[in-house]
């Protein structure tokens, strides 16, 4: 079983480049992503930029997010995640110009596991299963669009 998992995918969405981008901040993905309410930490205001960190589910699944990278122009985001009970890695999102237009999304998962329960965790991100969980992510944007941009992302 890995140690570690280092899985890319791209979909393709019906966006330019910056709105898709604002779907995967963490006020964006609250619009898409079922049971997604991050709980930001001082300062607290949700507002995106590099340095803010934030925290998702409870328990072992308990994850703490630090965005470390935000380039709206490059289309780029960059977060570390950590699941102390299990594993830790980064996640970047990089939204492209797609040819015919939209936007060609990359995902990309570098994940350690910290645990044995993390070893077995780590086989939602490998490549079928990792491929299968992104393209779900397109199933469930393009089924809520137009408006998950209705009004403003922070």
Not at 31 to 41: A, K
Not at 78 to 106: F, H, I, K, L, M
Not at 126 to 136: H, K, L, P, S, V
Request: hydrophobic residues 40%; contains cysteine; neutral net charge.
């Amino acid at each position: 079983m890995p140690q570690h998992v280092h899985a890319s995918h791209r979909i393709r969405l019906g966006l330019p480049p910056a709105d898709c981008l604002r779907l995967f901040t963490p006020a964006g993905e609250e619009r898409w992503v079922e049971g997604w309410r991050p709980r930001y930490l001082p300062p607290g205001n949700g507002r995106t930029e590099a340095g803010m960190v934030f925290t998702i589910g409870a328990g072992a699944e308990l994850t703490i997010w630090c965005l470390t990278e935000f380039d709206a122009d490059a289309s780029l985001v960059r977060y570390a995640r950590v699941t102390p009970a299990s594993r830790a890695g980064t996640v970047e999102v990089r939204c492209r110009p797609a040819s015919g237009g939209g936007s060609d999304v990359q995902v990309t998962y570098r994940l350690a596991a910290l645990s044995e329960a993390g070893v077995e965790d780590l086989r939602a991100y490998e490549a079928e299963a990792f491929a299968r969980m992104i393209d779900g992510w397109k199933q469930r944007i393009e089924a809520r669009l137009p408006g998950l941009l209705a009004t403003p992302i922070p």
